[in-house]
T-cell receptor
Framework: DTGVSQNPRHKITKRGQNVTFRCDPISEHNRLYWYRQTLGQGPEFLTY????????KSRLLSDRFSAERPKGSFSTLEIQRTEQGDSAMYLC????????????????FGPGTRLTVL | GESVGLHLPTLSVQEGDNSIINCAYS??????FIWYKQESGKGPQFIIDIRSNMDKRQGQRVTVLLNKTVKHLSLQIAATQPGDSAVYFCAETLISSGSARQLTFGSGTQLTVLP
């Protein structure tokens, strides 16, 4: 399977605990995005990487959230001191840069990590 | 702030009929639009996209229409099948600057295909 993969698929944690999610983008893609989706709503943008550089961050990304993409391949999203309001589906997407031989701009999504904070 | 919205939250169609899902967008600067399909418990799946220099684009059983005058987007699904049952989102962004941009999604339309 050459699509975007995310791990874990489900995470249940207690309030106050830290959690970390991983995203592996499509191998040809150098752009990577994190979104959050709550029930009945569309995904909301959190942050974006081009290679290893984090270029955009939403105001939704509070100080408790941190994302990294150290080698320009996989990315991690960490939430510290989780709150019940953090319960959501966390989606990762990737796209190719302009000029690439593959289709550009289109963001392809992974299956998501569903976080439940008790 | 500006956002993408959908006219109808739910749509039920008979199997074999055509479906039309509508979307209104408010950011006149947006130049790239995408339709995604999301099944329960899964991530959004790319269906079809269209750039603002086009008004129609066809795929396999799907057609996207863009009316920039009234800032309206629609997704037409021909011969709707049970497997088409899902939530459909439209999303908009601005790509003409050459940099990647975040997608702005609407709240989605639940399509139910009746036997």
């Amino acid at each position: 399977d050459t699509g975007v993969s995310q791990n874990p698929r489900h995470k249940i944690t207690k309030r106050g605990q830290n959690v970390t999610f991983r995203c592996d983008p499509i191998s040809e893609h150098n752009r990577l995005y994190w979104y959050r989706q709550t029930l009945g709503q569309g995904p909301e943008f959190l942050t974006y990487f081009q290679n290893e550089a984090q270029l955009e961050k939403s105001r939704l990304l509070s100080d408790r959230f941190s994302a990294e993409r150290p080698k320009g391949s996989f990315s991690t999203l960490e939430i510290q001191r989780t709150e019940q309001g953090d319960s959501a589906m966390y989606l990762c997407a990737s796209s190719a840069r302009q000029g690439a031989r593959v289709r550009t701009d289109t963001q392809y999504f992974g299956p998501g990590t569903r976080l439940t904070v008790l | 702030g500006e956002s993408v919205g959908l006219h109808l939250p739910t749509l039920s169609v008979q199997e074999g009929d055509n479906s039309i899902i509508n979307c209104a967008y408010s950011n006149s600067a947006s130049d790239y639009f995408i339709w995604y399909k999301q099944e329960s418990g899964k991530g959004p799946q790319f269906i079809i996209d269209i750039r603002s220099n086009m008004d129609k684009r066809q795929g396999q059983r799907v057609t996207v229409l863009l009316n920039k005058t009234v800032k309206h987007l629609s997704l037409q699904i021909a011969a709707t099948q049970p497997g088409d049952s899902a939530v459909y989102f439209c999303a908009e962004t601005l790509i003409s600057s050459g940099s990647a941009r975040q997608l702005t999604f609407g709240s989605g339309t639940q399509l139910t295909v009746l036997p």
